[in-house]
């Protein structure tokens, strides 16, 4: 699994929160990014954020698996490859 620390910018030059690892990323059908799943370095708990703009936005967190905050979110339905 690739793991991507955070310290200042990514590859599309957009803030990523500090001392994050980001874990997994989501793009929709257009290949445009729409979120990401982050957490800190000892994996405790996850953080969901959904780009807006140039800029990532928590939507959500506390969750101890990145599976059970996409479904809490609807991930899938919201890049358009949900049932």
Known sequence: MHREYIE??????????RNEI?????HDADGNERFI???KPSRDIYYLYETVGDAYV???KGMTSPIDLEN???????????K
Do not use: F, L, Q
């Open 37 to 39: 799943v982050t957490s």
């Open 72 to 82: 809490k979110h609807g991930v899938a339905d919201r890049i358009g490859i949900g």
């Open 22 to 26: 980001v874990w997994t990323r989501y």
């Open 58 to 60: 928590r939507v959500g």
């Open 8 to 17: 200042g910018e990514t590859e599309n030059g957009m803030k990523t929160p």
